[in-house]
């Protein structure tokens, strides 16, 4: 293997280990989700036509986990190598900064996607669910993993210490996940929250995500593609020039 395939074999190695940890214990909260949310909002919630609320609740908790954990394994890696020591051997290597970006952002994407497939694989009998673009599904999926992975290196490059990363997490990850339209169409909220909702990029990664089930969604797939594809190249240019002046990793 290469330098950047060996790279990202480690990077996954790293999660597989222990994916009771990383893999399970994610599906186990969104089956929770579905189960607390879908049972009491079943007869109260309609929001498209001939679709039920649980069905319109997987894609939303699939794509959740989804975006969180690839941003918590390229974060998690990085800050844990930092604490440790452990980074040092890494930059010994000849090993470019895209080898590190396609290394870490690779492996960011192979656990979101996992455990979007768990959750589809536990939950998924629970509702009616449909592939109507099938091409929509996947390719919002891998935009939004590998976007939440570079992100995750940027927290992690700049975290020192475990509670940075958990602010990080907690403060601004979680917040605009929960707020993405994962429960609820941005349609049921008054006007001055639908317009703040078109300010959040995860949204259009949840929406887009969903379209690729029901053919319906808030807002175009198009106009979502845009969005999240100009995020992704614009989080993906900081997150190269930062490795690449080794920041908080060289000094």
Request: hydrophobic share 55%; proline share 4%; net charge positive.
């Amino acid at each position: 293997m290469t330098g950047w395939q060996t790279l990202l074999y480690k990077e996954v190695l790293r999660f597989w280990k222990v994916a009771f940890q990383t893999i399970a214990a994610p599906v186990l909260t969104s089956v929770l989700y579905m189960l607390i949310f879908g049972h009491v909002l079943e007869d109260h919630v309609k929001v498209y036509d001939q679709v039920a609320y649980t069905s319109f609740l997987l894609p939303g908790l699939i794509m959740m986990g989804v975006l969180q954990n690839a941003f918590a394994n390229s974060s998690s890696s990085l800050v844990q190598s930092k604490i440790m020591g452990n980074i040092v051997f890494l930059l010994l290597t000849p090993l470019s900064h895209r080898s590190w970006f396609v290394a870490y952002v690779g492996s960011s994407v192979v656990r979101g996607l996992a455990v979007g497939l768990g959750v589809f694989v536990i939950t998924g009998w629970m509702v009616n669910i449909h592939f109507v673009y099938p091409l929509w599904i996947l390719a919002f999926a891998i935009l939004g993993a590998a976007m939440m992975g570079a992100l995750g290196v940027i927290a992690g490059l700049w975290a020192e210490k475990f509670d940075q990363m958990a602010a990080f997490q907690n403060f601004i990850i979680m917040p605009m996940t929960f707020l993405s339209g994962v429960f609820y169409s941005i349609h049921s909220l008054p006007p001055f929250w639908q317009q703040l909702s078109h300010l959040n990029p995860f949204f259009y990664m949840i929406d887009g995500f969903r379209y690729g089930f029901f053919g319906q969604s808030d807002v175009s797939p198009w106009t979502s593609l845009a969005v999240v594809g100009t995020a992704l190249a614009l989080v993906s240019g900081v997150t190269l020039h930062l490795l690449r002046t080794g920041y908080k990793i060289r000094s």
